[in-house]
């Protein structure tokens, strides 16, 4: 094998793979961007196939050869088990090793992960990250890394976009049923979205798996308009998520002697957007977590996939 001149970080999620080939110093020579790779919803052998063809792309754009890249750490949505993590791994190599595709160290992680790592550039920190679905991860000084949430939509996702929607269909359905509070997202439901009665409600959910985070920039509509219901919704959001965010630093703290304030940081546009819903997060972060201090993110997560294949490489 050649010496090794580069790394190569990838973040993976379930609409676009984008890669960087950095120097061993960090700095990025070459980015290129594919289709979705997460496993769950297109499988391993098209993941895999991704991931492959991203890594030849910016090698083929910086004109080196593959055997000379020392480490690649891939972070993808959906692959936050142990076991996921090794069989995208087997395959990816095993697929490389028939092609004859020389790759010497990969790492397999979570889209999560690797934003951790790029929210501080690689030190402590507690990421909280808010889309579709939600999970807040930290890192201490000794590397340890430590999570609450991310359990998924039918028993988790605390303060996400799916629980929001969850919620404010629920009190659509109360409202049409005749016992619930009287509330504006059952006006709006139907205007934008056609959602207006039982049957349409019905079938969008349980026959066209309809998307219960499409629903969240209504809810934040209906709130700021005085909606009571929208808001109670969102509050209990913001009450919920900041319970998942608490018990990262319970753990993080655990039989310390002194407790210390750690950086957070937000990942995920529901939370990284000015709105109604990330103001109350925030303002709920503030008065009642008073052990973190919000910043923005350093970097993004694939410059964080980067990082970590620069330590893979050096271990």
Known sequence: MNKPLYIIGIEGGGTKTTAVLCAMDGV??????SGPSNFHIIGVEKTVSTLLDLIQTCCHSVGCNVSQ????????AGAGRVNDQQRIMDSLLEVA???????????????ARIALEGAF???????V???TGS???GKDERDKVYRAGGWGRIIG???SGYAIGREAFRSVAKLLDGYGEKTKLLKLFDEKFGLGTQDAIINAIYEEKYDFASVVQVVMEAALKGDSVAKKILIHACSDLVKVIDAVLIKMNKGRKGVQKRP?????????NDNFYSRKIRSAIKREVPLVTIHNAESSPVVGAALMAIRLLNE
């Open 121 to 127: 550039s690689g030190k402590p920190g507690v990421i």
């Open 69 to 76: 890249i020392g480490a690649v750490v891939a972070g993808l």
């Open 135 to 137: 999970i807040v991860f």
């Open 157 to 159: 996702d605390e303060g």
């Open 97 to 111: 090793r028939l092609k004859s595709i020389d790759l010497e160290k990969v790492s397999i992680e979570s889209d």
């Open 264 to 272: 957070l940081a937000f990942v995920g546009s529901l939370l990284m």
């Open 28 to 33: 990025i020579l070459s980015e290129a961007q």
């Open 129 to 131: 990250i808010a889309g």
